[in-house]
């Protein structure tokens, strides 16, 4: 009988689905308080380089030390694979999904641009091409694999895979040949602890690299989001605090330091609620209204969420008036009896998509 696990990497606590299929794996386990769940700094591990690989510490650790499964999957504590009930998938779809194919990636992203040039927006491009340069040294066959994903306008985030477990294997005797020699030459000692998470961020593509040299099939899994990305939960925990107590300047300073070190808080598929554009005006008309002396937005609520639910809905009476030149009785009730000030109403109106 084949045998499925499927790891969920973590470094956060959180609440684990409640199918044995799934096991919770600790990811920089070496530098962190245990939270109770299987470690990847036991056995031959590379645990205390996670600021540098991210989850590939956990996907190292399973590769040199876990050996009992014939499918073997990679999942975060907040995305999983999901079937087309919107639930998470079962060890029987699993192994009736990988029947015909060789891998189950993440749903493809379409990129603006280049895969490269995409990848170059967010980070360090040439560690990207010294991947390529390395891929060249030690596997010359697979360059012209590498050449072909860089130039596709797709790719699969993550690092989400299920695959068998001897491929698996291989995988990654590929990948971290690739990086450790990597490290001999890359040099990550200005970057911050967002962008140090460099071999993380290349791998994401990289296993397409080898899909496309190794011609595997592939197939492409929904992959679902069952909570915000810790850091976001807790960057919007403190906006809620600032704005509670009035600190405005405060609030929009944090803001962007925060921005600058974690850019990654205000992906879609971190702030899945897509808050963070709104907190950023909402920041800015509660700051502008008390230097003008306004008792506007912040007479409706000093809660955080509330004024966002405010802020939608005035948008909304804002974008009809943009496109039908009027307001109706009901929308004017709204924006009078909910202190929309001419600030709030004109810094929506320039913000407008």
Known sequence: ????QIFVMTHK?????????????????????????????VGDSISALNPYYG???????????YHDADLIGVCHYRRFFFNERGTLMTQEEYETALQDVDVMVSNCIHAPTSYLEYFGNS????????????????FPEDTQAFEEVMHQEKYYFGNLCVMRKSLFDAYCDWLFTIFFEMEKYIDVSSYDDYHKRIFGFLSEELLMVYITSKKLKIKEGHVGITAEKAETVEFKLAMVQLVRTGQFTEARKLFYDFLKLRPDVQLELSDIKNEIPDIELILFILEKEKEEGINGMYKVSHELPELIIHF????????NYKKEGSLNDLAKQYLTCNYVSDVMKNIILLNMD
Do not use: C, S
């Not at 009988?1 to 499925?4: D, V």
């Not at 491009?125 to 390395?134: E, F, N």
């Not at 939608?312 to 974008?319: F, G, S």
């Open 1 to 4: 009988m084949m045998k499925t």
């Open 13 to 41: 606590k959180f609440n684990p689905p409640n199918n044995p299929i799934y096991i919770p794996l600790q990811v920089g386990a070496a530098l962190n308080p245990d939270l109770g769940y299987m470690r990847d700094d």
């Open 55 to 65: 989850e590939l510490t956990g996907m190292y650790w399973l590769w040199k030390n």
């Open 123 to 138: 980070h360090n491009v040439k560690d990207m091409l010294l991947a390529g340069d390395i891929i060249k040294m030690l």
């Open 312 to 319: 939608r809905k005035t948008k909304t009476i804002l974008t």
